[in-house]
């Protein structure tokens, strides 16, 4: 495929719009002297036809004259013949063109000279009033040769076409070095562009696009790509830091796993190691697997999913939900207070509804003091339906810290010796918001009130 140049094309779009103008002026300017210098030769042929006729009435005896050779001229009466210039005496066979034409006018036409040049005539019929009071039908026929008049325009064309191709050669000049001149910040973005592909990554780590000079283009260019540069480094620290808490979170349970099996080969015969080796064995790979399950879900959710969205009758849903979690809290029932002001279904999908909604009662119920009363509102406005879980949180957040908890197994510093929680409900919780398009908000109020908003567009 063909490489375009943005730069060559604004060159020769400067240079052909330009052209275009210059050729439409310089074509008006010759066509206009061309016609002037026709003009101007029409009218010297006609002040010499009259002076002709002035000088052969005032000595008609005469039948020649010495006039300038370059005019050739020939003067009729009654259709005779009374006066021939003496260029003609060469060619005393030779008449001059005589047409009829009406009394007291002029016609110029296209003629070949004696001499075979191309030339001009002009034709002219008058009455010429006697001084015995008679009158004669005269007729003159004035010819030149227009090889001068040739010369002068096939000169002015030479010149107007070297001028021409000396505009546009300027032309192309000034344009070439205005668009460079006008590019010259794109350019100036690329060489960092390339600068900063050839450094290491720990020069880049710093590295920021920048720009002497403010131009609106560029500067949105720029804002962008350090955007990028700024987002892109924040997933890589955050898949380091992921990395690095999975591999805590797995090989924790694994080293579990080997000190309790070499525990017990070295010990085969310990009543009291064999009687929970089991239940120990199990319950470590149930802790595994759980992890496993989320950090699946979290990836799962990290991409698009399918949607199937179906009416949900919420109070439903809220149901199932707290019979499912009764294994882990028993005074569920009794600590979930119900808010609604929802009377109809809500069209979403199911499996994103019910994550969304086990995972924020769940930390509700385990991040909240015991017995501790748990909200859930479901609030209708115009658009959207509001669902919030509001609980009493034992730990007072700051505002970064609420940020943060929504990355991939993030978990406070005091809840992180429990082996029960991973830190991947709300990022399961966010990941699947982005998904739908649902707004999530998280607050804390000053009295300790850790409220999630969830908005669904109805």
Same mark, same amino acid.
């Given at each position: 495929?063909?490489?375009?140049?943005?730069?060559?094309? !604004? *060159?020769?779009?400067?240079?052909?719009?330009? #052209?275009?103008?210059?050729?439409?002026?310089?074509?008006?300017?010759?066509?206009?002297?061309?016609?002037?210098?026709?003009?101007?030769?029409?009218?010297?042929?006609?002040?010499?036809?009259?002076? *002709?006729?002035?000088?052969?009435?005032?000595?008609?005896?005469?039948?020649?004259?010495?006039?300038?050779?370059?005019?050739?001229?020939?003067?009729?009466?009654?259709?005779?013949?009374?006066?021939?210039?003496?260029?003609?005496?060469?060619?005393?066979?030779?008449?001059?063109?005589?047409?009829? *034409?009406?009394?007291?006018?002029?016609?110029?036409?296209?003629?070949?000279?004696?001499?075979?040049?191309? #030339?001009?005539?002009?034709?002219?019929?008058?009455?010429?009033?006697?001084?015995? #009071?008679?009158?004669?039908?005269?007729?003159?026929? =004035?010819?030149?040769?227009?090889?001068?008049?040739?010369?002068?325009? #096939?000169?002015?064309?030479?010149?107007?076409?070297?001028?021409?191709?000396?505009?546009?050669?300027?032309?192309?000049?000034?344009?070439?070095?205005? =668009?460079?001149?006008?590019?010259?910040?794109?350019?100036?973005?690329?060489?960092?562009?390339?600068?900063?592909? $050839?450094?290491?990554?720990?020069? @880049?780590?710093?590295?920021?696009?920048?720009?002497?000079?403010?131009?609106?283009?560029?500067? !949105?260019?720029?804002?962008? !790509?350090?955007?990028?540069?700024?987002?892109?480094?924040?997933?890589?620290?955050?898949?380091?830091?992921?990395?690095?808490?999975?591999?805590?979170?797995?090989?924790?349970?694994?080293?579990?796993?080997?000190?309790?099996?070499?525990?017990?080969?070295?010990?085969?015969?310990?009543?009291?190691?064999?009687?929970?080796?089991?239940?120990?064995?199990?319950? %470590?790979? $149930?802790?595994?697997? =759980?992890?496993?399950?989320?950090?699946?879900?979290?990836?799962?959710?990290?991409?698009?999913?399918?949607?199937?969205?179906?009416?949900?009758?919420?109070?439903? !849903?809220?149901?199932?939900?707290?019979?499912?979690?009764?294994?882990?809290?028993?005074?569920?029932? @009794?600590?979930?207070?119900?808010?609604?002001?929802?009377?109809?279904?809500?069209?979403?999908?199911?499996?994103?509804?019910?994550?969304?909604?086990?995972?924020?009662?769940?930390?509700?119920?385990?991040?909240?003091?015991?017995?501790?009363?748990?909200?859930?509102? =479901?609030?209708?406005?115009?658009?959207?339906?509001?669902?919030?879980?509001?609980?009493?949180?034992?730990?007072?957040?700051?505002?970064?810290?609420?940020?943060?908890?929504?990355?991939?197994?993030?978990?406070?510093?005091?809840?992180?010796?429990?082996?029960?929680?991973?830190?991947?409900?709300?990022?399961? *919780?966010?990941?699947?918001?982005?998904?739908?398009?649902?707004?999530?908000? %998280?607050?804390?109020?000053?009295?300790?009130?850790?409220?999630?908003?969830?908005?669904?567009?109805?």
């Amino acid at each position: 495929m063909k490489t375009r140049s943005i730069k060559r094309n !604004l *060159i020769n779009s400067i240079s052909a719009i330009f #052209g275009l103008f210059i050729i439409i002026v310089f074509t008006f300017v010759d066509v206009s002297v061309d016609d002037w210098a026709q003009q101007q030769f029409k009218f010297e042929l006609q002040e010499k036809t009259n002076q *002709i006729k002035t000088s052969t009435h005032e000595n008609s005896a005469s039948t020649s004259d010495n006039s300038n050779n370059h005019y050739v001229y020939q003067i009729w009466k009654n259709n005779q013949t009374i006066k021939r210039s003496a260029s003609l005496h060469p060619y005393p066979e030779l008449d001059l063109l005589h047409t009829k *034409i009406p009394i007291n006018s002029y016609k110029l036409v296209n003629v070949t000279m004696p001499n075979n040049e191309p #030339g001009q005539a002009l034709l002219s019929s008058y009455i010429h009033r006697n001084k015995d #009071g008679s009158s004669d039908y005269m007729y003159i026929t =004035v010819s030149t040769s227009t090889k001068s008049l040739d010369r002068m325009t #096939g000169l002015l064309d030479i010149l107007l076409i070297g001028s021409f191709l000396f505009s546009m050669i300027i032309m192309r000049i000034v344009a070439k070095k205005i =668009v460079q001149k006008g590019l010259y910040p794109l350019e100036s973005l690329n060489r960092q562009i390339k600068k900063f592909n $050839n450094n290491n990554t720990y020069s @880049n780590n710093d590295f920021a696009f920048y720009e002497h000079k403010s131009y609106s283009e560029i500067d !949105l260019i720029i804002k962008e !790509l350090n955007n990028f540069l700024t987002n892109n480094r924040n997933n890589i620290e955050n898949e380091k830091r992921i990395t690095s808490d999975i591999a805590h979170e797995i090989k924790t349970p694994i080293a579990e796993l080997i000190t309790l099996t070499e525990v017990h080969q070295r010990f085969p015969n310990d009543a009291r190691l064999a009687e929970t080796f089991t239940d120990d064995i199990l319950q %470590i790979s $149930n802790r595994m697997r =759980v992890i496993v399950e989320n950090l699946l879900l979290l990836q799962r959710t990290s991409s698009t999913i399918e949607l199937y969205k179906e009416p949900i009758d919420i109070s439903l !849903l809220l149901t199932s939900i707290q019979h499912e979690l009764t294994f882990k809290y028993q005074d569920i029932t @009794n600590r979930i207070q119900l808010k609604t002001q929802l009377d109809t279904v809500i069209i979403t999908d199911i499996f994103s509804l019910k994550t969304i909604l086990t995972n924020l009662i769940d930390n509700a119920l385990f991040y909240s003091p015991p017995a501790s009363a748990i909200q859930i509102n =479901v609030l209708n406005n115009t658009h959207n339906i509001i669902i919030e879980v509001i609980n009493v949180a034992t730990i007072n957040y700051s505002e970064t810290e609420i940020q943060k908890l929504i990355q991939p197994l993030y978990q406070y510093d005091s809840s992180r010796s429990d082996d029960n929680r991973y830190g991947l409900g709300l990022s399961i *919780i966010n990941n699947i918001c982005k998904i739908n398009q649902y707004p999530l908000s %998280i607050t804390q109020t000053i009295t300790g009130d850790f409220t999630v908003t969830v908005s669904i567009a109805q």
